[in-house]
């Protein structure tokens, strides 16, 4: 695809996300839609009891499924260049993370709430899990692993820009202990090229990485070339 041809459809998407109320809108949203789902699908599935020992189980296999999923979303994202579709806009803006070293400070609950908003298909996830919690023949363990999942999307959003934006020291051992993404293991998607998608804790990149050798090309020569000539600065994720 002709590289001037794609670098004019971006812009013309930025234009369109800057242009357009209704693309914040949609942002508070899609934010409020997914955190109502949060609170019902959990206050719900606490009413199970499953035992302590499950639920450690549980949500140890929903953090490396949470890290996992989202790495793969972030991977087909990244080498999306969809621009003139309908959700161009929203594409185009997230390409400009790449090009991002530090976000706009601001209270934890906040970047929770907007990062929040740009999950589109979370709101189908809890959807599903919520549809899932109302069957009485469905798993326990997996019931709790999934809602998990549909929380924990949220936090790897919060856990990224951690790893951009903090030097505390709690954020710091947080990310030693394997809780949270790595500053450095997270540097290496900024820096280098189809590599480190994963941004919960970043254990699982080995399996994301080496999905993105064999089925992607990466983004330094594709999708990082279409914003080259676009000069506004915007708040993209990740
Ligand atoms: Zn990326
Ligand atoms: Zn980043």
């Excluded at 999923?69 to 080498?79: A, C, T, W």
């Excluded at 003139?84 to 400070?105: C, K, M, V």
């Excluded at 202990?177 to 500053?183: A, F, M, V, W, Y």
């Amino acid at each position: 695809m002709n590289l001037e041809l794609k670098q004019k459809q971006f812009n013309s998407a930025m234009e369109l996300y800057e242009g357009r109320n209704c693309h914040k809108l949609f942002g508070i949203f899609v934010a409020m839609t997914n955190i109502s789902l949060q609170i019902y699908t959990l206050s719900r599935v606490l009413t199970i009891s499953i035992g302590i020992r499950w639920q450690i189980i549980s949500f140890i296999a929903a953090y490396l499924i949470t890290d996992f999923v989202n790495g793969l979303v972030h991977l087909y994202m990244d080498d999306n260049d969809n621009y003139e579709s309908w959700t161009g806009p929203l594409i185009a803006n997230f390409h400009l993370h790449h090009r991002t070293p530090r976000y706009q400070d601001n209270k934890i609950f906040v970047v929770y709430f907007n990062e929040t908003g740009s999950k589109v298909w979370l709101i189908f996830y809890l959807a599903a899990v919520a549809i899932l919690l109302q069957q009485h023949n469905i798993n326990t363990v997996l019931l709790y692993t999934l809602t998990y999942i549909g929380i924990l999307s949220s936090v790897a959003e919060l856990s990224h820009y951690l790893t951009h934006n903090s030097n505390s020291p709690v954020v710091n051992f947080l990310a030693r202990s394997k809780l949270l993404l790595p500053k450095r293991q997270h540097a290496q998607h900024h820096l280098m090229d189809n590599i480190s998608y994963t941004f919960l804790n970043g254990v699982t990149d080995p399996l994301v990485d080496f999905i993105a050798r064999r089925f992607f090309t990466g983004y330094k020569n594709k999708t990082d070339l279409h914003y080259a000539r676009y000069s506004g600065v915007n708040s993209p994720r990740r």
